[in-house]
């Protein structure tokens, strides 16, 4: 038996470690608490660049929550502001200027992850974030991503369909 656990430990593949580095962005929720989102600008320059526009044009500032799964978070549609959160404005809307390529990276889609929701696998997406709560690997190489939660993710835990995003900035970097 211990030969088994021994050879199982040697022959398991290890998955490295995701740590973008990029600029952070600070999620702030209304009644539920902040969080951060470390971003990858060398996995995908495009997609972040696109993202961390929007974000600095308040775009993702007063929107609802409108997706919550147990393994999954999302948001990014404006129409989610003021209409109902069942409408097909709020559950496909966007800022109306997709990303012009898919970036595909080789990051495992982990608890924390963040990506570019689209209208189908390997699509480029346009505003639409989500956040993987659970590993989820049946979306490698699916979905651009855009970083990965580096602070808060009990915030992330604890939100609920409806609730509201107060702001998104991009944080200062830190002066070394």
Same mark, same amino acid.
């Given at each position: 038996?211990?030969?088994?656990?021994?050879?199982? +430990? *040697?022959?398991?593949?290890?998955?490295?470690?995701?740590?973008?580095?990029?600029?952070? *962005?600070?999620?702030?929720?209304?009644?539920?608490?902040?969080?951060?989102?470390?971003?990858?600008? =060398?996995?995908?320059? =495009?997609?972040? +660049?696109?993202?961390?526009?929007?974000? &600095?044009?308040?775009?993702?500032?007063?929107?609802?929550?409108?997706?919550?799964?147990?393994? *999954?978070?999302?948001?990014? +549609?404006?129409?989610? &502001?003021?209409?109902?959160?069942?409408?097909?404005?709020?559950?496909?809307?966007?800022?109306?200027?997709?990303?012009?390529?898919?970036?595909?990276?080789?990051?495992?889609?982990?608890?924390?992850?963040?990506?570019?929701?689209?209208?189908?696998?390997?699509?480029?997406?346009?505003?639409?974030?989500?956040?993987? &709560?659970?590993?989820?690997?049946?979306?490698?190489?699916?979905? +651009?991503?855009?970083?990965?939660?580096?602070?808060?993710?009990?915030?992330?835990?604890?939100?609920?369909?409806?609730?509201?995003?107060?702001?998104?900035?991009? =944080?200062?970097? =830190?002066?070394?």
């Amino acid at each position: 038996m211990l030969t088994l656990l021994i050879a199982a +430990a *040697v022959f398991t593949p290890q998955v490295p470690v995701y740590e973008p580095t990029g600029p952070v *962005v600070e999620v702030v929720m209304a009644g539920r608490g902040r969080f951060e989102i470390t971003t990858d600008p =060398k996995c995908s320059p =495009k997609t972040v +660049a696109h993202v961390l526009a929007l974000v &600095k044009k308040g775009f993702y500032d007063r929107q609802r929550i409108h997706r919550v799964e147990p393994w *999954v978070t999302q948001w990014g +549609a404006p129409a989610s &502001k003021t209409k109902p959160l069942t409408t097909e404005e709020v559950l496909g809307g966007g800022s109306g200027k997709d990303i012009p390529v898919f970036e595909m990276c080789e990051v495992d889609f982990t608890r924390g992850v963040v990506g570019i929701a689209s209208t189908g696998l390997q699509v480029p997406g346009d505003s639409q974030i989500f956040i993987l &709560k659970n590993d989820t690997l049946r979306l490698y190489h699916s979905y +651009a991503v855009f970083g990965k939660v580096t602070k808060g993710m009990e915030v992330v835990n604890r939100i609920a369909k409806g609730d509201r995003i107060k702001a998104m900035r991009v =944080k200062p970097p =830190k002066s070394r």
